[in-house]
């Protein structure tokens, strides 16, 4: 099981960039979906969630900025990034709870992706 981030860049402020991520694998199922950001010298802090029925959640710092989206039949989650901030440059992070089934046995695992840079600067 992988999960792939892509569609991070550079991004001047006030500006738009979606990310997605993609899981690929021996995938039975998709429950909770996330994105996460790390930025420099800080700790790893939660962005968006979403849940397999498409209830978000949101930190209070990117609310009414961020939308979370996933399709279900493709395995994707996005983050759409409206109104971009200096301070939401990070590397961002997918994150799932994939059910896997292995000789009848389902197994849910929590997994990460590798991370896509986001860099908003003038």
């Known amino acids: 099981v992988q999960l792939q981030a892509s569609g991070g860049g550079l991004v001047q402020p006030g500006g738009s960039l979606r990310v997605s991520c993609a899981a690929s694998g021996n995938i039975f199922g998709l429950n909770d979906m996330g994105w996460y950001r790390q930025a420099p010298g800080k700790q790893r802090e939660l962005v968006a969630t979403?849940?397999?029925?498409?209830?978000?959640n949101y930190a209070e710092s990117v609310k009414g900025r961020f939308t979370i989206s996933r399709d279900n039949a493709k395995k994707r989650v996005f983050l759409q990034m409206n109104s971009l901030k200096p301070e939401d440059t990070a590397v961002y992070y997918c994150?799932?709870?994939?059910?896997?089934?292995?000789?009848?046995?389902?197994?849910?695992?929590?997994?990460w992706g590798q991370g896509t840079l986001v860099t908003v600067s003038s």
């Open positions: 994150n799932a709870d994939i059910v896997t089934r292995y000789g009848g046995k389902f197994t849910e695992s929590n997994y």
């Open positions: 979403i849940t397999s029925g498409g209830n978000t």
